[in-house]
């Protein structure tokens, strides 16, 4: 299914969502703001569509596991673009979560060049991949250790 379509579905049953809840409250929804507000309320909707097709095709390029690992690090653009807008400043424990989840993001993110084919009882083959050797058949350019 396309980007704009699953995009399409996850913003319309947000809004479902949204207003089902919104009738257990006495006050309901409420759209009185004023006209100056109506500018900054569409550029966050266009900037929320454009945010979901990039997430999906983050997802179609990279893959489910570290699409979802990457977009943990949204929170910290936010924090960074806070700093530089706002001129927002963080206590020692915020630098610490953010620099947790940096760590977090490489970690889970990284992978080793090499293969773990097969463990078996006191023997280990390990099979070392050669990406300049990466037009050769099945077997050939790899070293068993």
Do not use: C, H
């Amino acid at each position: 299914m396309s980007p704009l379509i699953t995009g399409s579905f996850i913003s319309l049953f947000a809004m479902l969502g949204t207003i089902f809840l919104s009738l257990f409250y006495d006050s309901g929804i409420n759209f009185a703001f004023q006209s100056t507000a109506w500018p900054s309320i569409f550029g966050l909707a266009l900037f929320s569509v454009f945010t979901i097709l990039a997430l999906f095709k983050g997802l179609k390029l990279l893959g489910p596991t570290k699409t979802s690992i990457l977009s943990t690090s949204e929170p910290l653009f936010g924090v960074v673009i806070a700093m530089i807008l706002f001129q927002e400043r963080l206590t020692l424990v915020q630098w610490l979560g953010a620099a947790g989840v940096i760590a977090g993001a490489v970690l889970a993110v990284y992978e080793p060049n090499t293969d773990l084919k097969a463990v078996t009882g006191a023997k280990t083959e390990l099979v070392v991949s050669d990406p300049i050797q990466a037009d050769l058949k099945p077997g050939q350019g790899q070293s068993k250790l």
